[in-house]
């Protein structure tokens, strides 16, 4: 949809080439000046106005280098963050979806990356160190989409972790993997925050989402890891399959109940569902939509107007009231004095 309405043969011409999946490789040759049709992972218009998809390269992680953060003025970058993040850079350890590859994509996935890839322990703790000790960095965000995919490669981390001084890591986890030993090789490793995504803490649209999990290991995710001292980063969507007054007064409810830290309730995020294409939930809305085929450039709100029309059962009025009910909540509690600083290193240690 992208070449064919922004492409070469379009009046709104504006890019030529899309690179998916690794892009490292490909843009760097494109960069180059290489010929289109020697890009792997490429996909652009040939001589006929016809889509070529170049061979796709998975790449080694390891054989990938470090990105080099010294060609930037890091002071400058920090200082345009937020108080809670500054001295943040992103980092990367792995990339792909353990749960994607092995039971099928969650409803809103649109991950298309096959298999696990992950980079050695040893110098994912090497690279982390450096960043700390060098370049006086705070914090790694780690955007991979589970932290705790493999049990092995995260124990072996925790160990490597325990001998070197790291930056605090920022990660995601599911639910479902946060047991209370995974929860202490976290803390070992010297992860401060986890983003869990959540979603619900409603059984009534949970099964619908095809992640396997339910309410109770949401809540019981959420527990471990604040008896562990890291910060549970909670995300709810507002709008999912099936959601009605019920569910919505649920996610309220659990709200109301669990006993977060201030910072903790400055970490969660409250949002509407996105129906994005290539997921299992833009599938469904076309076979309703039809004249969403064809576009590249969508209109959020119309899509969340339709999507609930025809898969909640509850109206726009009723969840967006709900959602201001619950921010005035977040935010109140968001506000009252934490007696804790944010971490910012050296926070690791056996959890008992």
Known sequence: EIL?????????????????YDGEHALFELAKGTPFSKIKNLVYLGENGEVVENPV???????LPPADYTLVDLKAYFRVQSPDSSG???FMSQRGCQWAETYGRCMFCSIQYKGLRLLPPAEVIRRASFLRKKLGVRYLFESCDDFTADGEWLKELSGCSLKEETPVWKVYARATNLSRSTVGLLKAANVGYVSVGIESFSDRVLPFLSK?????????????????GIIPRILLILGLPGENQESLAENFAVLKALRLTPESWRNLQLTFFSVYPGTAAWA???KK???YLGMDILDEDLLFYDWIRHFCKADFRRIDYARKEMELYISSM???KSLKKPLS??????YC
Do not use: Q, Y
């Not at 009046?11 to 080439?17: G, K, S, T, W, Y």
């Open 4 to 20: 064919v309405n922004r492409g070469p043969a379009s009046e709104d011409h504006c890019v030529d080439a899309i690179v998916r």
């Open 57 to 63: 390269e998975t790449l080694d992680l390891a054989g």
């Open 88 to 90: 943040s850079v992103p």
């Open 212 to 228: 396997g999990v339910s309410s109770k290991t949401n809540r019981n995710a959420v527990s471990l890891l604040i008896g562990a």
């Open 284 to 286: 469904r809305l076309i």
């Open 289 to 291: 939509e039809r004249k």
């Open 334 to 336: 968001a506000r009252k």
């Open 345 to 350: 290193g050296g926070a690791r240690g056996p």
